[in-house]
């Protein structure tokens, strides 16, 4: 496998970890399964906090 083709697996699953979608295509081993939590709990965090500050935050400033 090229360098290239590596590094379109790792953004693949990092899109797929970060949006907690999770396929099952690829699955993680050693350190790589906790950074994969991370990354997954991390995403989960963001989406709540854009949806806090867009949707809610506008309401509670009107």
């Known amino acids: 496998m090229t360098r290239l083709a590596?590094?379109?697996?790792s953004i693949y699953n990092s899109t797929l970890t970060f949006t907690a979608?999770?396929?099952g295509d690829?699955?993680?081993?050693?350190?790589?399964?906790?950074?994969t939590a991370i990354e997954t709990s991390l995403g989960a965090v963001l989406l709540a906090f854009?949806?806090?500050v867009f949707i809610l935050g506008r309401r509670a400033a009107r």
Do not use: C, I, W
């Not at 590596?6 to 697996?9: Q, S």
């Open 6 to 9: 590596e590094f379109g697996d």
């Open 21 to 23: 979608l999770g396929f």
């Open 26 to 35: 690829l699955q993680p081993v050693g350190f790589g399964r906790v950074s």
């Open 50 to 52: 854009l949806v806090f």
